[in-house]
C-alpha cells in the first residue's frame, strides 16, 4: 500500500507539502463532479432544444462550444478550489444549501421549471466545495490518505469523461439518431430525458447532505470551548438568515447579471462576518469563492439564457396535427330514392 506521510521522514516541509497534494487531489475531484453535473444539463438542455422547432438557435448555441474551453473551465476549477481553503469552502457549502431547502420550499407544485434548473446551474462551485470538504473529514487520519483520494480522483475522471463523451455524442449525433430509431442511448433519452432533473435533484441532495455534515466537522474542529463554538455560529446564523429573506426577493431572477449581482451580495455578507469572527486567510478564501462563483456563471451563461423560457424544455418532439375526418353528411340531408 502507497502512503506519502508514512513513506517520507517526518520533516515539517514535507508534511506542508503532503497537505497540499491532498488539497489538489480533493480539488481535482470536486472540479470533475462539477463537469458531470455540468455535462449532464447541457444534454438534458440539448435535447430540449432539438425536440422544439422553435429552439433553433438555441441549439446551435450550445452545439458551439469548443472542447479545449471545456478542459479550461475544470483546470481553473480544479485550482480555486484547492486554494480556497476548508473553512471557507464549508461556510459556502452551508450558506447554499440554507438558500437551496428556502427556495424549494418557498415553490409550489405549479412553479416553473426553469427554478428548479437554475438551482442547479448555481450549486456548481457549492458542490465541488461539498466534495472537498466530505473527502477531507473522510480521509482524515487515514494511513493511506493520498492512495484513497488517487482512487476517488480516479473514479470522478471516469464519470467525468463518460459524462463528457455522452454530451459530445448527443450534440453530434441526437437528432439523426432519434429520428432513424439507431441508437439506443439517443432513444433512451428521446424518452425518458424528462427524468434526468428529478435524478440530479437526488443525486446533489445526497452529496449536499455529506457535504453540510462534513462542513459542520470541519468549522467544529477550531473551537476549543463551547463558548468559542457559540460566538462563531450566533453571528453566523443571523448572518445566512438575513442572506435568505434576501435571496428570496431575487430567486425570480434568471439572467446572469441578476446573478452576478446576487453572488457580489452573498460573497460581501461572508466577508464582513468573516473580519468580525474569522481569520485574514478565511478573507483571501472569500475572494477566491468570489472568483470561482463567477467562474461557474461564465460557464452556464447560455443555459441561464434557456431557464427564461417559460415552458422549456419540451423534451417530446411535437407530433404533426392529425388530419381533420371529412364531415360526415347527417342523416335528414340524404334523398330517399323513389319507390
Known amino acids: 500500500m502507497f502512503s506519502l506521510r508514512s513513506w517520507l521522514p517526518s520533516l515539517p516541509s514535507l508534511e506542508w507539502g503532503s497537505s497540499l497534494l491532498d488539497s489538489l487531489l480533493q480539488g481535482l475531484v470536486g472540479a470533475f463532479g462539477i463537469s458531470v453535473l ?13 425536440n422544439d422547432p422553435k429552439r433553433q438557435p438555441e441549439k446551435e448555441r450550445l452545439r458551439a462550444q469548443w472542447a479545449w474551453l471545456e478542459t479550461l473551465h475544470l483546470a481553473g476549477l480544479a485550482l480555486l478550489l484547492t486554494v480556497v481553503g476548508s473553512r471557507v469552502a464549508a461556510l459556502v457549502v452551508l450558506e447554499f ?4 431547502v428556502s427556495t424549494l420550499l418557498s415553490l409550489g407544485k405549479g412553479s416553473r421549471s426553469g427554478e428548479r434548473l437554475q438551482l442547479f446551474l448555481l450549486s456548481q462551485f457549492s458542490l465541488g466545495c461539498g466534495l472537498a470538504c466530505a473527502l477531507s473529514v ?6 493511506h490518505s493520498t492512495l484513497n483520494l488517487l482512487l476517488s480522483l ?35 433519452l428521446l424518452a425518458g430525458a424528462h427524468g434526468l432533473p428529478r435524478l440530479l435533484g437526488r443525486a446533489l441532495a445526497v452529496a449536499f447532505a455529506v457535504g453540510d455534515l462534513a462542513a459542520v466537522v470541519l468549522i467544529n474542529q477550531d473551537f476549543l470551548s463551547t463558548s468559542e463554538a457559540v460566538r462563531f455560529w450566533t453571528p453566523l446564523t443571523i448572518c445566512y438568515t438575513l442572506l435568505v429573506i434576501h435571496m428570496q426577493e431575487e430567486q425570480q ?16 455578507g461572508l466577508f464582513v462576518l468573516l473580519l468580525t469572527v474569522g481569520r485574514w486567510m478565511d478573507l483571501l478564501g472569500v475572494l477566491v469563492s468570489l ?7 461564465v460557464g452556464v451563461r447560455a443555459l441561464l439564457d434557456l431557464c427564461q423560457i417559460q415552458g422549456f424544455p419540451s ?25
Open 38 to 50: 455540468n455535462s449532464l444539463l447541457k444534454v438534458y438542455f440539448f435535447v430540449g432544444c432539438a
Open 253 to 268: 431572477r434568471f439572467s446572469l447579471q441578476s446573478q452576478v449581482q446576487t453572488v457580489l451580495v452573498r460573497m460581501g
Open 138 to 143: 473522510l480521509q482524515e487520519g487515514a494511513p
Open 315 to 339: 423534451q417530446r418532439p411535437s407530433a404533426p396535427a392529425p388530419s381533420q375526418p371529412l364531415p360526415s353528411t347527417p342523416p335528414g340531408s340524404q334523398k330517399t330514392a323513389p319507390s
Open 97 to 100: 444549501s440554507l438558500r437551496a
Open 154 to 188: 480516479g473514479l470522478a475522471a471516469l464519470l467525468s469523461a463518460g459524462a463528457r463523451r455522452l454530451h459530445h455524442h448527443v450534440c453530434r449525433l441526437y437528432e439523426l439518431h432519434s429520428a432513424q430509431r439507431y441508437c439506443g442511448v439517443c432513444l433512451g
Open 291 to 297: 472568483l470561482g462563483e463567477l467562474w461557474c456563471l
